[in-house]
């Protein structure tokens, strides 16, 4: 009696009745096991492919920002996270994972892989969730589709190996498209105001998916008949989200804190970023940048790419088994969201391409419900074996951890009080963490917690003589850790100081692929005696 008084109240619920579109037939037992094994393989092979790079990567600057956020008492935490006018979720979790590790495995607080457990969860289990999105969406076929392409996309593994907000982030989004999804197919009170709550879960993980939930009521309002529901979920999320983002920003204005002064400060865009921004995503998405490729390598990538593209060309042909206005959604979410942040960074300039690592759910549904089925298959497999066999490059551009960790155990060996160092600016916080890191606690020598007990020299400017020597003069012994930021800068130091410098440490790690060499970043320790 219960189950049919509950089946009354759903189908009150759903207005007007012709709103509701069935999904596809159930499928048999047997296609229901196919379904749920191939999400499996798919969640296997993702998370195999999340696991490279986890423990051996050192963090980066970011990372190092968000693990010394977490070390401050909460108070004074929450106090410059809402200076900062940072999403607040991300933090909340990274806070609370990085104190218990303190508190319950010390040993554990002090290792990348432990750190960044958080988001390579967050990213495997993004792959189911958007299975069973695309399931709801397009069919149980798309759904698998949809999984395997997500669990290769280097654009995605790349960000969930990283301890910041954007694999919560693609895990939120993820969340909100399967409720979308669910709210399409039949408009019922529960599926609609779900996708509002899931919406603004996911702007507190990064403000910038408050543009997709504009761009899904756009959508919403395009739709004859209008789904009730699913409207009063989006109003929802903005109901939710707006008031904490208008206090930050009449905060940040009055008190001058915040971003405010850096995005008033950078200068307009030229016009022809505008494109070039605009392939950087495209690229991003596809991810196979390894650098210098030889033959087969291009061929592969080439494939890849242009297969995505044709995916997404053929997408905008609907289906009858889809869910009603399913495509329009995906498509203002997935496209119109990068070409409305591009267009505003005419304006200022606010794009980085993980900002909108949102969009890469979108753009995986609209790939795998290209029909015929065969062809989605097939258009998955370039991606695919392009991600197994050639792999990600972004994380391979960052320092390689092994020759940190070894810099870092020689410099504390050598440094004595009155030392200095020498090292670029965007990778000053990282090496002071791991120098602090080794010796667990404070250093000897003036590199400690805090990046401006180092002598930062940003290679990537110009100084004056009176700036040169102040870092390079005195009688003190100098280290220098080099990277490229910093080649051009140190061979002009050496050559003016010759015989002075000492090589302590040469690690110029190289990725080898088809039988060549392609170099990676570099780390060199140089000693220079007084």
């Known amino acids: 009696m219960a189950t049919q008084e509950a089946l009354v109240r759903e189908t009150r619920e759903a207005d007007p009745p012709e709103l509701a579109r069935e999904a596809p037939a159930a499928p048999p037992s047997r296609r229901r096991w196919a379904f749920g094994l191939a999400i499996a393989l798919a969640v296997v092979l993702g998370g195999a492919m999340r696991t490279r790079g986890l423990a051996t990567e050192p963090f980066w600057h970011d990372e190092v920002s968000q693990i010394r956020w977490?070390?401050?008492?909460?108070?004074?935490?929450?106090?410059?996270?809402?200076?900062?006018?940072?999403?607040?979720?991300?933090?909340?979790?990274?806070?609370?994972?990085?104190?218990?590790?303190?508190?319950?495995?010390?040993?554990?607080?002090?290792?990348?892989?432990?750190?960044?457990?958080?988001?390579?969860?967050?990213?495997?289990?993004?792959?189911?969730?958007?299975?069973?999105?695309?399931?709801?969406?397009?069919?149980?076929?798309?759904?698998?589709?949809?999984?395997?392409?997500?669990?290769?996309?280097?654009?995605?593994?790349r960000f969930s190996q990283e301890a910041r907000m954007y694999a919560l982030l693609g895990l939120l989004a993820a969340v909100s498209l399967l409720f979308l999804a669910r709210a399409l197919r039949a408009d019922r009170r529960r599926?609609?105001?779900?996708?509002?709550?899931?919406?603004?879960?996911?702007?507190?993980?990064?403000?910038?998916?408050?543009?997709?939930?504009?761009?899904?009521?756009?959508?919403?309002?395009?739709?004859?008949?209008r789904p009730r529901w699913l409207l009063r979920g989006e109003l929802l999320a903005f109901g939710l989200t707006l008031p904490w983002i208008a206090a930050q920003a009449i905060h940040s204005a009055a008190?001058?804190?915040?971003?405010?002064?850096?995005?008033?400060?950078?200068?307009?865009?030229?016009?022809?970023?505008?494109?070039?921004?605009?392939?950087?995503?495209?690229?991003?998405?596809?991810?196979?940048?390894?650098?210098?490729?030889?033959?087969?390598?291009?061929a592969v990538t080439t494939i890849a790419v242009a297969s995505l593209?044709?995916?997404?060309?053929?997408?905008?042909?609907?289906?009858r088994d889809d869910a009603r206005g399913v495509r329009l959604h995906l498509l203002l979410i997935g496209i119109g969201a990068p070409l409305v942040t591009w267009a505003v960074s005419q304006i200022r300039?606010?794009?980085?391409?993980?900002?909108?690592?949102?969009?890469?759910?979108?753009?995986?549904?609209?790939?795998?419900?290209?029909?015929?089925?065969?062809?989605?298959?097939?258009?998955?497999?370039?991606?695919?074996?392009?991600?197994?066999?050639?792999?990600?490059?972004?994380?391979?551009?960052?320092?390689?951890?092994?020759?940190?960790?070894?810099?870092?155990?020689?410099?504390?060996?050598?440094a004595r009080e009155g030392d200095r160092v020498v090292v670029s600016e965007v990778q000053g916080a990282t090496f002071a963490w791991y120098v602090e890191r080794e010796g667990r606690g404070m250093p000897p020598a003036p590199v400690a917690s805090h990046a401006e007990d180092f002598a930062l020299v940003d290679g990537s400017r110009p100084y004056g003589d009176d700036e040169m020597e102040q870092v390079f003069g005195g009688t003190h012994s100098l280290f220098a850790v080099e990277t490229w930021e910093t080649d051009a800068l140190l061979a002009r130091r050496r050559a003016a100081d010759r015989g002075r410098w000492t090589l302590l440490l040469d690690d110029r790690p190289a990725l080898v692929f088809h039988g060549e060499e392609i170099p990676r970043q570099h780390v060199r320790l140089w000693r220079r005696d007084p």
């Open 70 to 157: 977490t070390e401050e008492p909460f108070a004074k935490w929450a106090s410059d996270r809402w200076d900062q006018i940072d999403p607040p979720l991300n933090e909340l979790v990274a806070y609370g994972w990085n104190a218990a590790l303190r508190a319950l495995a010390p040993d554990l607080a002090w290792r990348e892989w432990a750190i960044r457990l958080p988001p390579f969860v967050f990213g495997t289990a993004t792959i189911a969730v958007l299975g069973l999105a695309g399931a709801t969406a397009f069919g149980p076929f798309a759904g698998a589709v949809a999984a395997f392409l997500l669990a290769v996309n280097p654009f995605h593994v």
């Open 191 to 225: 599926d609609g105001l779900l996708f509002g709550a899931a919406a603004a879960a996911t702007v507190y993980a990064h403000y910038h998916f408050l543009l997709a939930v504009g761009l899904a009521l756009v959508a919403t309002s395009c739709l004859r008949p």
């Open 349 to 414: 300039p606010v794009y980085q391409p993980r900002y909108l690592l949102f969009a890469i759910p979108a753009l995986v549904l609209l790939a795998a419900s290209v029909r015929p089925r065969a062809l989605a298959a097939a258009l998955a497999l370039a991606p695919m074996a392009a991600s197994i066999f050639v792999g990600s490059s972004d994380r391979a551009t960052y320092f390689q951890k092994p020759a940190m960790d070894r810099a870092a155990v020689i410099y504390r060996a050598q």
């Open 309 to 319: 593209a044709l995916a997404l060309l053929l997408s905008a042909i609907p289906s």
């Open 255 to 298: 008190s001058g804190m915040g971003r405010r002064d850096w995005l008033l400060g950078v200068g307009i865009p030229n016009v022809k970023q505008l494109p070039a921004t605009g392939i950087f995503f495209s690229v991003d998405w596809a991810g196979y940048r390894v650098g210098s490729f030889d033959t087969p390598a291009n």
